[in-house]
């Protein structure tokens, strides 16, 4: 799934945002001002994805979901609370499109004649140079 079609489908009325004071460094301004923007998504709660993708979203997403099973995105590198609430929409969907997107299957194929050479020649050398050793050994 895309982003685009996830944007189609506006969230927006489903999230729920907490400003707080960014951390770091950042002077006067960061020390004062709440400006850290923090977007919460209800997945179990939302009407707008189906019980397979609410399933998926849990599974995938397991490390920014809460016990409330609220999805969690951050936003604190602006300087503004509608910069980071603009920049924390925007990764929210873009994690969400890469959760809901089914990953590509690895296609089987068999080791090339020329990489079985090289395996084998290394495999050559290996035994040439333990042989090295062991008649250095015996001396």
Request: net charge positive; proline share 2%; glycine share 4%.
């Amino acid at each position: 799934m895309t982003t685009a079609e996830l944007i189609s489908r506006d969230f927006s009325t489903e999230f729920n945002f907490t400003a707080s004071r960014s951390s770091g460094a950042g002077g006067q301004n960061v020390n004062k001002v709440n400006t850290r923007m923090e977007l919460r998504f209800n997945i179990p709660a939302s009407v707008k994805l189906t019980e397979d993708e609410k399933i998926l979203l849990l599974d995938k997403l397991s490390g920014r979901i809460n016990a409330e099973l609220e999805f969690i995105v951050v936003s604190q590198t602006e300087r503004t609370q509608l910069g980071n609430k603009n920049k924390a929409t925007e990764r929210f969907y873009i994690l969400m499109a890469r959760a809901l997107t089914p990953r590509k299957l690895r296609k089987a194929t068999r080791p090339s004649r020329a990489s079985k050479e090289r395996r084998l020649d290394e495999k050559k050398i290996l035994a040439e140079k333990k042989q090295r050793r062991k008649a250095a050994g015996n001396d």
